[in-house]
């Protein structure tokens, strides 16, 4: 069996966005899953519109997602000699030709077909007269020529995708198209299916929107007795209106998604079950996506995109992995609103800070146990961060309602004994454990239920009344820290 080889040919005009991220992450896959070649072309023809800025970013992008490359980038620019020595085969071969009409005079064509109810087309007035480049001339001046492709005119030509079944075109309604400018440049469909055949690239898989072009390609390949490449045309991408997904159903880019906290893993997830399923599992992990994908389980139908859908997926996500994992996209979100706890690089800089496993700032704080308090309650990571920003703060601020009904004072005495008891706890011995002694003594000896005392000292030690688990919070924010949060709120009450 052949070397399965996808490829994923985007358009550097803007960022790479989600339906494109789409059809990259099923050609990554099943190369991944048939131990095969995934190779990146950049279609940049369109010269006027294609900026290093858009290449930068789709390579961004696709580097966020961890999608990577066996062969490429292949740049369409810088490979116009190779289109043209095709061009020059298909021309000598009798397979296309060069045409000198004008497009007032192809126009005219059409109108005359459609005032007979046909189908607007290219009658093929130069299909027979073997032109010669530059040879003819109206008015006295030289004309400019593209060239066509003799397209047949018999039967149908019949494009066989593992998605949508068998399609049949006529070829009565296929004209003679041009697969080259009269500047000389290649059209589309001529640069598509050279750089395919010249990269072996063996299977296609795109957005359906492509499968109109896909007879034209066929007929290409058949003139140059090509191999035929196995397709596979995936439904579209829709936003929850049922419209072709746009930028007013939300953020379009994948930079986006990676600024706005989502985790590449659930991005992967999401972008992979728009359109393939096994089963009824949602969630997986990205070796089990390589593991299972299969083209045989991509839908006919189009799928919509739900924002709510990913964000619930994103959370499973942060919820599935280790604070270590976690953790230095964590410190990046920090540093995005200003937070820099101490780090191994040095932040006199404008890069991002990199993780120390060890990191404690001085205030007794450990990033993973932070983060190992927030997960379950964040479903980005641009959340994390915002919930984190009462750890790293000198002086907490008491939301006002929440001190008027939590720091009164009859709760001097249980915050003043929770001090003594957790000051008595060696620092080697700041556990979980010790913590519910603590308070269990604490208990007993003001005959209080702990959840009296939970809200008091939550308030204490963030402000306010919403916050991760009281002594994985405590732990978190190490046994100082800890101490002199309470000592503060027993300061705040006696002086109010």
């Known amino acids: 069996m052949d070397t399965i080889i996808t490829r994923f040919p985007p358009s550097p005009t803007g960022y790479l966005h989600i339906g ?6 099923f050609n990554w896959l099943y190369a991944r899953q048939k131990g095969g070649k995934f190779v990146l072309r950049i279609e940049d023809t369109d010269e006027a519109r294609s900026t290093k800025e858009s290449v930068d970013a789709i390579f961004e992008s696709l580097e966020w997602l961890g999608i990577d490359w066996d062969e490429g980038p292949y740049f369409q620019t810088q490979r116009y000699d190779i289109y043209r020595d095709y061009i020059n085969k298909l021309v000598e071969s009798g397979h296309a030709y060069y045409c000198d009409c004008t497009p007032e005079e192809v126009e005219a064509m059409r109108e005359e077909a459609r005032a007979t109810g046909k189908k607007p087309m290219y009658n093929g007035k130069c299909r027979e007269l073997n032109k010669k480049p530059n040879s003819g001339s109206k008015d006295g001046k030289s004309t400019n020529m593209v060239v066509r492709i003799k397209a047949p005119k018999m039967g149908s030509t019949v494009v066989d995708d593992v998605v949508k079944g068998s399609t049949a075109f006529p070829n009565s309604e296929i004209d003679d198209f041009i697969i080259q400018r009269s500047d000389g440049s290649p059209m589309y469909n001529l640069a598509v299916v050279i750089d395919d055949i010249t990269m072996n690239i063996n299977t296609i898989i795109r957005g359906d929107d492509h499968l109109v072009n896909t007879p034209k390609q066929i007929i290409i390949y058949n003139a140059l007795e090509a191999s ?79 924002m709510d859908k990913l964000t619930a997926l994103n959370a499973k996500h942060i919820q599935s992995k280790s604070p270590s994992e976690l953790a230095p996209i964590f410190l990046s979100n920090l540093h995005k609103i200003g937070i820099t706890p101490q780090t191994e690089s040095n932040l006199e800089t404008n890069s991002e800070p990199k993780l120390n496993k060890n990191l404690d700032n001085g205030l007794g704080l450990n990033l993973e146990k932070i983060i190992e308090t927030l997960q379950p309650r964040s479903k980005t990571m641009v959340e994390m961060a915002e919930a984190s920003k009462f750890y790293f703060q000198e002086t907490i601020e008491f939301d006002e309602s929440a001190a008027k009904k939590f720091l009164k004072p009859d709760m001097v005495d249980p915050l003043k004994r929770s001090i003594e008891y957790i000051k008595a706890i060696a620092l080697a011995d700041f556990s979980e454990k010790n913590l519910e002694d603590v308070f269990k003594k604490v208990m007993e000896e003001t005959n209080l239920k702990f959840g009296k005392i939970a809200q008091p000292l939550r308030v204490a030690l963030t402000g306010s009344t919403v916050s991760p688990g009281i002594f994985e919070m405590m732990l978190a924010l190490g046994k100082d820290r800890t101490v002199q949060r309470i000592e503060r709120a027993v300061g705040y009450i006696e002086i109010e």
């Open 228 to 306: 035929l490449p196995l397709f596979a045309h995936v439904p579209m991408v829709l936003g929850s209106d049922k419209a072709r997904l746009s930028k007013r159903h939300g953020a379009m880019s994948v930079s986006e998604y990676k600024d706005m906290g989502f985790l590449p893993d659930a991005m992967l997830n999401y972008l992979v079950r728009l359109g393939w399923s096994h089963g009824d599992q949602e969630f997986f992990t990205r070796q089990e996506l390589i593991e299972k994908f299969s083209l045989e389980h991509i839908g006919r139908s189009p799928s919509m995109f739900d």
């Open 20 to 25: 494109g991220a789409r059809t990259a992450l």
